[in-house]
């Protein structure tokens, strides 16, 4: 990474600070503590391929779309860099210049977003501020990211530290007071992230801290303090090398960037040689901390932990805790236990296979973790609707297309539409390309028919559909300490947001595609011998809703739960079981839902029905032919929205009578035939099924 053999420059400064050297490509922003607001970026090697603007460039010149203008499945770079790459850039920005600690903006971060807020990354003992260099890509297409260095030789105490990322929030927060500001601390910079937070509680700041050193007095390394200070310059070495296997899973940070979709041998292979050329740099750790700036990090580890753990309780902040289960490093996991109990505000997600390296292992996207907790916002709220980031394309080929794929081969989901003439065609033609866009349908038993609906209008459309789901899916009450990245973040990535009338009004005026159960947690939780029955309340109130937009409502049907689990004990049985009534009553005292509602649809009791699963069957969806709402005179007649809203109902019991006598027709409807058919023509091929 390397700077011109131009000095940096400063706006003003009275001291020039030499540059960096390199053959590198990468821009820095040298900031000292009083001119964090008139650094400019220095842009190196131009003529280089891939160089673009620089971080104040495209800050100035205002590049940037709008959230809602990013496209589905959008490229975000994830997985395009390796361990390799932290290793190669870390050499080359460690070059000692005598320079104070400064902010970089990566330049493979490119223009974000328009209104993006600022990510101060916070880096480990290290202090390159390479640690983000697998998620540079993505995090910089809805942040504007700026990683902080210290140079190797530079001994800044830790208070020193702490006013100068002060400094540049404060100066932020100035031009922008509306907007958030994230510090994103990983091991010391989580330390230094608590530290500012606790000295600005009037400040919108949202902390994202990885494996916080904060336990560092429990850490494994203490005892060997006085061991690493006495040992020999010629030895320092070995240290750095042993210390990478505490630290991190080197098979994790190897396969970090090999394609998941490669059959296993090629995998295998692709691991290999990433190991094969891992596992010699790992001792290049040696030059990125050296002897006496390792014993120096140390005790300002020691001194960053002291300084962190006197102030929680001043810290005000919104925190997202990220804590590894395999941290040899840190006691990260008891870490978390302590911080999510001390702090005001916290959340945790607990990652069991982890080691403390977590930002350089496989299978570790942040910005899908920032976007599954709905951290992600750009006011002082999180905005369902208008900070909502649709789901890119690493993110659906890891949600989807494998975290889902045997639940797809094992339902091997069929999909009809209805045309305008009404003839039933395979596939979504039949539903409207552009909203705003209603889609009503049947739940099944605990909304198993999710998955294949939502990649069915990705991958066939490209159209993400915005569910609307039970408000208690996005309850913090119930998280615990070691809250693990779950089904229900996934639904955050993937569109999901509160059933509420203002969520719905501003869908429709955004022109989204809305999806919609009427039954809503009644159906999702029937009792037994209610399958495929609707739960609807009386008042056609999505109906009155979607004609004040003009929204095009498409009813569907869905069926196939019975086929692939049976209910074995449901709400009525139990009801009757003393502990498990008092856990159910205990869990829904809370939730009024529709408590305005009449009949069975207002009777939403939560709980978990017991199931044994069967040898699976087939899912069938059939999407009936559209409802115009545009130029009806609904809003002023009520009794034509009741006719509508009946109408619609009506369609959707029509097509699941349709989709139960038909499947009795496909000869693939059992997986032992599909399983023959997929064996003879490839699990590619697309299995055959009844004729409309």
């Given at each position: ?254 396969m970090a960037s090999v394609s998941k979709d490669l059959p296993p041998p090629e995998t295998l292979d692709e691991l290999s040689k990433n190991l094969t050329s891992l596992l010699p740099i790992l001792s290049d750790l040696a030059d990125i901390i050296p002897k006496n700036t390792l014993l120096w990090k140390l005790k300002l580890l020691k001194s960053a932990a002291a300084y962190a753990n006197s102030r929680l309780h001043a810290v005000e902040a919104e925190v997202l805790l990220l804590a590894s289960g395999k941290d040899n490093l840190l006691p990260s996991g008891e870490e978390a236990d302590r911080l999510w109990n001390s702090l005001k505000n916290c959340r945790v997600r607990y990652f069991k296979d ?339």
């Open positions: 990474m390397l700077l011109s053999s131009a000095q940096l420059p400063f706006l003003p400064l009275r001291t020039p600070i030499p540059p960096f050297h390199s053959s590198k490509r990468c821009r820095l922003a040298a900031v000292r503590e009083n001119q964090v607001k008139h650094a400019s970026s220095l842009e190196l090697d131009r003529s280089l391929p891939g160089t673009g603007d620089s971080h104040a460039e495209k800050k100035a010149m205002g590049t940037g779309i709008e959230a809602g203008e990013l496209s589905v499945r959008y490229d975000d770079g994830f997985g395009t860099k390796s361990v390799k790459d932290y290793f190669d850039m870390a050499k080359e920005i460690i070059k000692p210049d005598g320079g104070p600690p400064r902010w970089f903006c990566p330049v493979e971060c490119g223009p974000p977003i328009k209104d993006a807020p600022l990510l101060f990354f916070l880096p480990g003992i290290d202090g390159t501020g390479m640690g983000l260099v697998l998620h540079q890509k993505s995090l910089g297409k809805v942040f504007e990211v700026w990683c902080l260095h210290i140079p190797v030789n530079d001994r800044t105490p830790f208070e020193g530290l702490v006013k100068f990322v002060e400094h540049s929030v404060n100066s932020e927060h100035a031009t922008s007071t509306n907007k958030p500001i994230y510090l994103v601390g990983d091991s010391f910079g989580g330390c230094l992230a608590l530290a500012v937070a606790a000295r600005n509680p009037t400040v919108d700041i949202v902390l994202i801290l990885v494996n916080p050193a904060t336990s560092f007095a429990k850490s494994q390394l203490q005892p060997l303090l006085p061991v690493l200070e006495a040992l020999p310059s010629n030895l320092h070495i070995t240290v750095p090398y042993l210390l990478s296997f505490v630290m991190g899973d080197p098979l994790k940070m190897a982890n080691g403390h390296t977590f930002l350089l292992e496989d299978g570790i996207n942040l910005l899908s973790i920032i976007k599954g907790t709905c951290t992600y916002r750009r006011s002082r709220q999180h905005d369902y609707v208008t900070d909502y980031l649709p789901p890119t394309h690493s993110e659906y080929q890891k949600h989807i297309e494998q975290e889902y794929r045997w639940f797809l081969l094992a339902t091997s989901p069929v999909m009809f539409s209805t045309l305008k003439d009404g003839r039933i065609v395979k596939g979504l033609a039949g539903v409207p390309d552009k909203g705003p866009v209603l889609l009503v349908g049947d739940h099944m038993l605990m909304g198993i028919e999710l998955s294949p609906l939502y990649k069915a209008f990705l991958k066939e459309k490209n159209i993400i559909i915005r569910g609307m789901a039970h408000p208690i899916l996005f309850l913090k009450k119930a998280e615990t300490s070691r809250q693990e990245f779950y089904h229900f973040d996934i639904l955050n990535i993937f569109g999901a947001l509160p059933v509420t009338p203002i969520n719905m009004y501003r869908l429709f005026s955004r022109g989204s595609f809305v999806l919609l159960y009427p039954g809503g947690a009644r159906e999702a939780l029937h009792r037994k011998g209610e399958e495929y029955k609707l739960f609807w309340p009386d008042q056609p109130e999505f109906v009155r809703m979607a004609a004040r937009f003009g929204v095009t409502i498409v009813p569907f049907g869905v069926v196939g739960e019975d086929d692939v689990a049976e209910l074995v004990l449901d709400y009525n049985e139990q009801k009757n079981i003393p502990y498990i009534r008092e856990w159910i009553e205990e869990n829904n005292k809370d939730i009024l839902l529709r408590s305005d509602a009449s009949g069975e649809v207002s009777e939403q009791q939560l709980y978990f029905p017991g199931m044994i699963p069967k040898l699976p069957g087939r899912f069938y969806y059939l999407f009936g032919r559209p409802f115009e709402t545009r130029g009806m005179d609904i809003l002023k007649d009520r009794s034509k929205a009741n006719v509508m809203y009946l109408q619609i109902k009506s369609e959707i019991e029509n097509m699941l009578s349709y989709l139960k006598r038909k499947r009795e027709e496909d000869p693939y409807r059992s997986i032992i035939q599909r399983a023959l058919h997929q064996a003879s023509w490839g699990s590619s091929a697309e299995v055959p099924t009844f004729e409309p």
